[in-house]
């Protein structure tokens, strides 16, 4: 028998020594036309991220115009004084550059990607589009028609439904919070370009506005670039606008979106609790991740591996809006999908669960399992300019201070099983959820009235 010939073998790599580390901090300015700028160099990051944070608030639209903010949005990459639609989005691709812009509560947010080398270009198209859009009648008329043809698609999904059900359910009428963020068909059908513009003089300006930058920028005169681009864009001094205070009523109750012959249940509950300034905000996100926040979690450990209800339930928080006197609000949500015959069943071990959680606590295990997850990946999370960029933009939006991420960390690593306890049964009390169903009600409606959770509506899926 021939003997096999010695191998050699590559030497087995060895682990280096870990390296501190902590949330990237910005270095805070001011422009000479009043843009706030946050710059944090990134040294590797050769794609540049920017995010330009405006003060155009989704309760600033006119009333009867719900969807103006986003299609003002949209329209900022239709097309400027320099650069036709078409030819604005030629630009950007020759640059290698990425443009996105939304609206939502806080205000609007333009998201630039572009490579260092072209950041200078990059740069001057957002500052065109900002100094100068064009809203050309043609462009805001196609945008309302696409605004509208999406419409029926979030009407037709579960988890969109739910969540237009649930603000419905959780705001007052009166409250821009209770209706959708982009508008529905009857507003979006009423909005012009003279609205989209009139919007845009009345609350885009740069005195009001904040710019974020991050990247690797060596060698890169970064105030000689803004003053060129960003800088060029003028406007009156105007004055932040003043934040209305949150309110919701979340007495027990369920809501049944009927679907009927739906072979799944989405499931949506909610109610509003603390944002980021309130001092339980680190143990709220501790016990909300072991809620609900991985596959270990104690909700998908009953209803996924146990009984298969469901390819997976999460429990979360959302900030709304905060301000900076801390009157702000989050939404902490549950949500899922389960399947139909299991509705019921599933819903009264959801609620075993939340009662197990405020009479026995979590587990120690638990708690360092969940440390584990939310601190020990903080830097894979943050490894692009994007990530980083983004967490900075909502600090802005937030009004929080530019250290507030690193401090979170900090303040979660340190966060005992008993506060995380105590903070989860607080956002997740039994008596004071409100439950939106998507699903068909005549197998749905029965067993869940059984249950007791709350007072049992059906409403059409229309």
Not at 177 to 190: H, I, L, N, Y
Not at 316 to 337: E, H, K, N, T, Y
Request: with cysteine; net charge negative.
């Amino acid at each position: 028998m021939t003997e096999l010939a010695a191998m050699d073998f590559h030497p087995q790599p060895q682990a280096g020594e870990a390296r501190p580390w902590a949330f990237p901090a910005p270095t805070r300015g001011t422009l000479d036309n009043g843009l706030t700028v946050l710059r944090c160099h990134r040294p590797g990051q050769q794609v540049v991220a920017v995010e330009v944070i405006l003060d155009a608030p989704l309760d600033a639209e006119p009333a009867g115009l719900d969807g103006v903010a986003t299609l003002m949005a949209r329209a900022f990459s239709e097309g400027t004084d320099k650069h036709s639609a078409e030819d604005f989005a030629a630009e950007l691709e020759r640059c290698g550059a990425t443009l996105d812009a939304h609206a939502d509560h806080p205000g609007v947010r333009l998201s630039l990607e572009v490579p260092v080398s072209r950041l200078a270009k990059g740069l001057g198209l957002v500052a065109d589009a900002l100094r100068a859009p064009a809203f050309a009648d043609s462009e805001v008329e196609r945008l309302v028609r696409n605004r509208l043809d999406e419409i029926p698609h979030e009407l037709a999904n579960p988890s969109r439904r739910a969540a237009k059900e649930l603000s419905k359910e959780l705001f007052p009428a009166t409250a821009r919070m209770s209706r959708p963020r982009q508008g529905t068909a009857d507003t979006v059908e009423k909005i012009d370009s003279a609205a989209v513009r009139a919007f845009y003089e009345r609350h885009v300006r740069p005195a009001t506005a904040t710019a974020v930058v991050v990247g690797d920028l060596t060698g890169v005169d970064l105030d000689a670039l803004l003053g060129d681009t960003l800088g060029a864009w003028t406007g009156s001094a105007g004055q932040p606008r003043p934040v209305p205070p949150v309110t919701a009523d979340d007495t027990g109750r369920v809501v049944i979106v009927d679907r009927p012959g739906a072979v799944q249940t989405q499931l949506l509950i909610g109610r509003i609790g603390a944002d980021r300034h309130a001092r339980v905000w680190p143990a709220q996100v501790l016990g909300t991740y072991c809620l609900g926040g991985t596959l270990t979690s104690r909700l998908d450990r009953v209803l996924r591996e146990e009984k298969g209800y469901t390819y997976g339930v999460r429990a979360f928080g959302q900030v709304l809006r905060s301000a900076p006197d801390g009157s702000g609000a989050a939404m902490l949500a549950i949500s899922g999908s389960i399947d139909t015959p299991n509705t019921g069943p599933a819903l009264e071990d959801l609620w075993k669960v939340l009662r197990t959680l405020a009479e026995g606590g979590l587990t120690d295990a638990e708690r360092d399992v969940a440390v584990q997850n939310l601190v020990g990946v903080a830097p894979l999370k943050y490894e692009t300019a994007a990530a980083v960029a983004g967490t900075l933009a909502d600090q802005v939006e937030q009004h929080l201070p530019d250290d507030y991420q690193a401090t979170l960390y900090q303040q979660l690593a340190a966060t005992g099983t008993v506060e995380a306890t105590a903070a989860a049964v607080s956002a997740f009390p039994v008596d004071r959820l409100v439950t939106i169903l998507v699903g068909d009600a005549a197998a749905i409606k029965a067993p869940v009235e059984a249950l007791g959770i709350g007072e049992v509506k059906v409403v059409s899926a229309e």
